[in-house]
């Protein structure tokens, strides 16, 4: 059995002390949760008081993005040692978001995830295809690029989860209906046991991103291939983010 993981991706959203605010809301409201694991992802300036309002509690925080070096003359990046020494757990690599404003591609994906492997961090690899895509019928060879020119590369996939986001379903309050996310995630998984094997595919988590609310979470979670969400704007409320995590018990 996969822990369901519930991730709430914070975005350009939030200041240090309205960060700070969300993360004790959310630890409080979340105290009780032994089914799933729990992470949030501020921006990088609220990291810090975000690590100081969730001592004491499971909640694992992560960063947005990274860059691939360690250090050097890299003028307004942040490398995984920077953030693991934060106190974070986890990083998001190939968001849509860095894909469409920030020139982000799989050969980039590649070289974050492997730098924050080297720094003990867990990736969570996000994939998904725009709606000109898969009106043209082409979400396969979308996720298949994605996730071979990506990671592919990887002997190891274990610390690995996958975030299978379909870009016309974020932000916009279009879900991907259940079949449909099922079925990417079929798809996603069965694309890792043929690199990596069938014991990789069964263990590795995959969560559905685009538009998940505390109505719609509920039956997304009960389709098998389904473990767990990545959460954006209802993460930035403490309550709507706590019905999220309850609908995966
Ligand atoms: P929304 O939940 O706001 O659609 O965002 C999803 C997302 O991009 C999470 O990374």
Request: glycine content about 10%; proline content about 4%; overall charge negative.
């Amino acid at each position: 059995m996969r822990t369901p993981l519930v991730a709430g991706n914070w975005k350009m959203y939030t200041t240090p002390s309205t960060a700070a605010e969300l993360a004790a809301r959310i630890k409080l409201d979340t105290v009780n949760v032994d089914f799933a694991d729990i992470a949030v992802f501020p921006p990088y300036i609220c990291i810090a008081a975000v690590a100081e309002a969730l001592k004491g509690s499971n909640i694992e925080i992560g960063a947005q993005d990274i860059f691939w070096e360690p250090e050097g003359a890299y003028t307004g990046a942040i490398s995984a040692r920077m953030i693991a020494e934060s106190g974070c757990a986890r990083v998001l690599v190939g968001h849509s978001e860095r894909r469409t404003y920030f020139g982000e591609t799989d050969e980039k994906v590649l070289k974050k995830t492997v730098a924050a492997l080297s720094e003990g961090l867990k990736p969570i690899v996000c994939i998904g295809e725009t709606l000109e895509q898969r009106e043209a019928g082409i979400t396969e060879t979308i996720l298949d690029t994605q996730l071979k020119d990506g990671i592919g590369a990887l002997k190891n996939i274990d610390a690995l989860t996958i975030a299978y986001e379909p870009v016309w379903a974020i932000g916009t309050g279009k879900t991907a209906t259940p079949d449909q996310a099922d079925e990417a995630h079929k798809y996603i998984r069965g694309l890792i046991a043929g690199r990596w094997g069938d014991n990789v595919s069964r263990n590795i988590r995959i969560l559905y991103g685009g538009s998940v609310k505390p109505d719609n979470a509920r039956s997304l979670w009960e389709r098998e291939d389904i473990d767990g969400f990545l959460v954006g704007g209802a993460s930035l409320k403490a309550d709507s983010f706590r019905d999220i995590v309850n609908s995966v018990k």
